[in-house]
């Protein structure tokens, strides 16, 4: 029994001692191994850990494209190259060289880079600032910059600019060496570039944009050479149909300091470009898209070793537009030869404007300005770009939407609703037309009426333009009266068109009040024929001959129809105008009194004593409208308005030809795209250019 006890106490010894000693064992293991970690090997892991970094970079996304309301092209995008600089791979001694050696490569091949320095080199090869640069050439000596007085002159400016990018260092006391004054400008203009858009790590400079494939090539021969330089897959913004409606489109440059500050907070980077006019600009944010981003990891060295994609880059949304190209080109090509026909006899009419409208939403069906230009060309051809900046016409000014003009009696169809619905008058009221106004005989003033009408109505008055019945009855409405009709009818009053428009005048007391000016009645009676400080805009006068056309209701005039993604397959939204004027239960004008005022309308077209009887008397679709002369100092201005077909109105145009004289030329406008839009047979009908040479 005791021996056995003996034996049992040996054996738990036994057993504590093993398990002691795998437990040494153990212990000594994880202590060898955590020393190997730590100690041999954790130098060499700092060492690896500092030798790598990651960073976020931007993916740059595609613009939206904008077509017309067929998806014809007038703003898309072309896949090309661009050649970039990435700053991890630039150095400070390599760099100014670099630059050169690429400038020189392309400048060989004759491909254009981003040249943007507001100084150039003049004939006698000095410093000179370029023109039509005072907003850059203001910043480049501010504080922010330069910090030079405003008075420098552009050499003292190019010398600072020489000490920033060409420091001396210990290895190199004279920079500039070996450099002529054209090359340091070529290397200062692109620095100063990379500088205003912040060239970083994250942020990389475009040199060049749509590069062609063959100097990729030759600059990927010789990249040794230099360093730093990438080429990438890009797309670059052009205008297949660049002559079409290029003012309203608008164009896309680089985002300037004082916009980069403005839009920062949007995530926008100093090397973006924005819509700088028109539709490029009104619908940026639809446009622009989302860049994406990815994660960089880079060696102490700088050398890339990977990347991951974070967010993938969303393309822009492409704009429908409401304008129909083909109808946009009769239109360009009528007002193009209408006006050149004018100015043959009449050298003061120099351009022209017209709208047309489709008469349920007010969307534009087409908008031509005369003179114009084409935006493939502009701004991107210096010398082109130059030539349209010093026209005296002023192409680059979008005359549909911007200027404004003396109506002339297409005024008058609002004087006559206003008198109407006011009680003044009505269908059977008349007065005595005897070709002289003799209300304020006593005072010298008896303005005059082209015909001698006898008794005569307001339908009648308004066929024959009759300036003794509008005076009459504008004397009797008032101004304030009429004013109020005027602009619920669309005059004086913004159409709600997306781009810049100009708002035009409403003659009155208030307007001449601001010009120094007293409001006298003789001031009312030529207001009343659309004469006095009556200014209105093309796209104005459509809108008001479309809301006669729509019962008196107006729209807002849009130019927009609809949004697509960028693979034009999902519809994100589409443009629903607001009503300014809802007159559907005749609260504003009764429907009797718009018969009426149509009526008279249709009789300028369908009588033969008519004011547009020539063209439109025999014409397979009724046409109602008014024609329109506003005296001037030199030649008159002709207007005309109309809408189609009379009894149910699709469409309504104005068209404006300051200084054209002869209503002829307003009229073979419109006759031009009536054609077109009901599909007439033009050589039956004979067209309106060739009558206009004619």
């Given at each position: 029994?005791?021996?056995?006890?003996?034996?049992?106490?040996?054996?738990?010894?036994?057993?504590?001692?093993?398990?002691?000693?795998?437990?040494?064992?153990?212990?000594?293991?994880?202590?060898?191994?955590?020393?190997?970690?730590?100690?041999?090997?954790?130098?060499?892991?700092?060492?690896?850990?500092?030798?790598?970094?990651?960073?976020?970079?931007?993916?740059?996304?595609?613009?939206?494209?904008?077509?017309?309301?067929?998806?014809?092209?007038?703003?898309?995008?072309?896949?090309?190259?661009?050649?970039?600089?990435?700053?991890?791979?630039?150095?400070?001694?390599?760099?100014?060289?670099?630059?050169?050696?690429?400038?020189?490569?392309?400048?060989?091949?004759?491909?254009?880079?981003?040249?943007?320095?507001?100084?150039?080199?003049?004939?006698?090869?000095?410093?000179?600032?370029?023109?039509?640069?005072?907003?850059?050439?203001?910043?480049?000596?501010?504080?922010?910059?330069?910090?030079?007085?405003?008075?420098?002159?552009?050499?003292?400016?190019?010398?600072?600019?020489?000490?920033?990018?060409?420091?001396?260092?210990?290895?190199?006391?004279?920079?500039?060496?070996?450099?002529?004054?054209?090359?340091?400008?070529?290397?200062?203009?692109?620095?100063?570039?990379?500088?205003?858009?912040?060239?970083?790590?994250?942020?990389?400079?475009?040199?060049?944009?749509?590069?062609?494939?063959?100097?990729?090539?030759?600059?990927?021969?010789?990249?040794?050479?230099?360093?730093?330089?990438?080429?990438?897959?890009?797309?670059?913004?052009?205008?297949?149909?660049?002559?079409?409606?290029?003012?309203?489109?608008?164009?896309?440059?680089?985002?300037?300091?004082?916009?980069?500050?403005?839009?920062?907070?949007?995530?926008?980077?100093?090397?973006?470009?924005?819509?700088?006019?028109?539709?490029?600009?009104?619908?940026?944010?639809?446009?622009?898209?989302?860049?994406?981003?990815?994660?960089?990891?880079?060696?102490?060295?700088?050398?890339?070793?990977?990347?991951?994609?974070?967010?993938?880059?969303?393309?822009?949304?492409?704009?429908?537009?409401?304008?129909?190209?083909k109808l946009q080109k009769v239109a360009d090509d009528a007002l193009a030869a209408n006006v050149q026909a004018a100015h043959r006899l009449y050298s003061s009419c120099t351009g022209g404007s017209v709208v047309v409208l489709n008469v349920k939403d007010f969307s534009v069906l087409a908008a031509a300005s005369y003179p114009s230009y084409d935006l493939s060309k502009y701004p991107s051809d210096?010398?082109?770009?130059?030539?349209?900046?010093?026209?005296?016409?002023?192409?680059?000014?979008?005359?549909?939407?911007?200027?404004?003009?003396?109506?002339?009696?297409?005024?008058?169809?609002?004087?006559?609703?206003?008198?109407?619905?006011?009680?003044?008058?009505?269908?059977?009221?008349?007065?005595?037309?005897?070709?002289?106004?003799?209300?304020?005989?006593?005072?010298?003033?008896?303005?005059?009426?082209?015909?001698?009408?006898?008794?005569?109505?307001?339908?009648?008055?308004?066929?024959?333009?009759?300036?003794?019945?509008?005076?009459?009855?504008?004397f009797h409405t008032t101004i304030s009266k009429m004013n109020v009709y005027a602009k619920k009818l669309g005059l004086g009053e913004k159409t709600g068109v997306e781009i810049a428009e100009n708002t035009g005048t409403l003659a009155g007391p208030a307007e001449k009040k601001t010009s120094g000016g007293v409001w006298y009645p003789t001031d009312t009676i030529q207001a009343a024929i659309g004469?006095?400080?009556?200014?209105?805009?093309?796209?104005?006068?459509?809108?008001?001959?479309?809301?006669?056309?729509?019962?008196?209701?107006?729209?807002?005039?849009?130019?927009?129809?609809?949004?697509?993604?960028?693979?034009?397959?999902?519809?994100?939204?589409?443009?629903?105008?607001?009503?300014?004027?809802?007159?559907?239960?005749?609260?504003?004008?009764?429907?009797?009194?718009?018969?009426?005022?149509?009526?008279?309308?249709?009789?300028?077209?369908?009588?033969?004593?008519?004011?547009?009887?020539?063209?439109?008397?025999?014409?397979?679709?009724?046409?109602?409208?008014?024609?329109?002369?506003?005296?001037?100092?030199?030649?008159?201005?002709?207007?005309?308005?109309?809408?189609?077909?009379?009894?149910?109105?699709?469409?309504?145009?104005?068209?404006?030809?300051?200084?054209?004289?002869?209503?002829?030329?307003?009229?073979?406008?419109?006759?031009?795209?009536?054609?077109?839009?009901?599909?007439?047979?033009?050589?039956?009908?004979?067209?309106?250019?060739?009558?206009?040479?004619?």
């Amino acid at each position: 029994m005791r021996h056995h006890f003996f034996r049992k106490k040996h054996i738990k010894t036994g057993r504590y001692i093993t398990c002691a000693v795998i437990s040494l064992v153990l212990a000594a293991v994880f202590i060898l191994r955590l020393f190997q970690w730590q100690i041999l090997e954790g130098a060499s892991a700092v060492k690896e850990a500092n030798q790598k970094s990651a960073t976020s970079v931007t993916m740059t996304t595609n613009r939206g494209e904008i077509v017309d309301k067929n998806g014809v092209g007038l703003a898309t995008n072309k896949t090309g190259y661009s050649l970039q600089f990435d700053y991890a791979y630039m150095t400070s001694s390599s760099e100014n060289g670099t630059i050169l050696r690429l400038i020189n490569l392309l400048e060989k091949r004759k491909e254009k880079w981003l040249d943007t320095l507001p100084i150039i080199m003049d004939k006698n090869g000095d410093y000179a600032f370029k023109a039509n640069s005072d907003s850059k050439i203001k910043y480049l000596k501010s504080k922010s910059f330069l910090g030079v007085n405003s008075y420098a002159d552009a050499n003292t400016c190019m010398q600072n600019l020489i000490e920033k990018y060409f420091a001396t260092t210990k290895e190199n006391s004279n920079p500039t060496a070996g450099y002529s004054k054209a090359d340091l400008r070529k290397i200062v203009s692109v620095r100063y570039a990379m500088t205003l858009q912040g060239f970083s790590l994250n942020t990389p400079y475009t040199f060049a944009e749509d590069v062609s494939r063959e100097t990729v090539e030759i600059v990927s021969e010789n990249s040794d050479s230099l360093p730093g330089v990438t080429v990438q897959v890009t797309t670059t913004r052009e205008n297949p149909n660049g002559t079409l409606i290029p003012q309203i489109v608008g164009t896309v440059g680089a985002i300037s300091p004082e916009e980069y500050s403005q839009l920062k907070a949007k995530g926008y980077h100093l090397n973006d470009r924005v819509g700088q006019s028109g539709i490029e600009s009104a619908m940026e944010s639809t446009l622009r898209g989302t860049e994406g981003k990815k994660s960089l990891t880079i060696n102490s060295s700088g050398k890339v070793t990977g990347e991951k994609v974070i967010t993938a880059p969303v393309s822009g949304d492409t704009v429908f537009m409401t304008i129909d190209s083909k109808l946009q080109k009769v239109a360009d090509d009528a007002l193009a030869a209408n006006v050149q026909a004018a100015h043959r006899l009449y050298s003061s009419c120099t351009g022209g404007s017209v709208v047309v409208l489709n008469v349920k939403d007010f969307s534009v069906l087409a908008a031509a300005s005369y003179p114009s230009y084409d935006l493939s060309k502009y701004p991107s051809d210096a010398a082109y770009t130059n030539k349209l900046l010093t026209d005296p016409s002023h192409p680059l000014t979008d005359q549909a939407f911007e200027s404004a003009y003396a109506p002339g009696s297409i005024f008058k169809p609002s004087v006559a609703l206003a008198a109407l619905q006011e009680g003044i008058i009505n269908i059977n009221t008349t007065y005595v037309c005897n070709h002289i106004y003799r209300r304020f005989e006593d005072s010298g003033y008896m303005p005059k009426c082209e015909g001698n009408h006898g008794a005569i109505s307001v339908e009648r008055a308004l066929e024959v333009s009759c300036n003794i019945f509008f005076f009459e009855t504008g004397f009797h409405t008032t101004i304030s009266k009429m004013n109020v009709y005027a602009k619920k009818l669309g005059l004086g009053e913004k159409t709600g068109v997306e781009i810049a428009e100009n708002t035009g005048t409403l003659a009155g007391p208030a307007e001449k009040k601001t010009s120094g000016g007293v409001w006298y009645p003789t001031d009312t009676i030529q207001a009343a024929i659309g004469q006095s400080d009556n200014r209105f805009t093309a796209a104005q006068l459509a809108a008001y001959v479309a809301t006669i056309a729509n019962n008196g209701t107006r729209k807002q005039e849009h130019l927009v129809d609809h949004v697509t993604d960028y693979s034009r397959k999902k519809i994100i939204s589409t443009t629903k105008p607001d009503t300014y004027t809802d007159n559907h239960d005749y609260s504003f004008l009764s429907k009797d009194n718009l018969d009426i005022v149509k009526t008279g309308m249709r009789d300028v077209c369908a009588s033969p004593h008519g004011t547009a009887y020539d063209p439109f008397g025999n014409y397979p679709v009724e046409i109602a409208a008014k024609t329109g002369t506003a005296e001037t100092s030199e030649s008159d201005n002709t207007t005309f308005i109309s809408f189609a077909p009379y009894n149910n109105p699709q469409i309504a145009l104005a068209v404006v030809i300051p200084h054209g004289a002869k209503g002829t030329y307003s009229k073979n406008v419109a006759k031009a795209i009536y054609d077109s839009y009901f599909k007439l047979d033009q050589s039956a009908s004979g067209t309106s250019a060739a009558k206009a040479v004619g």
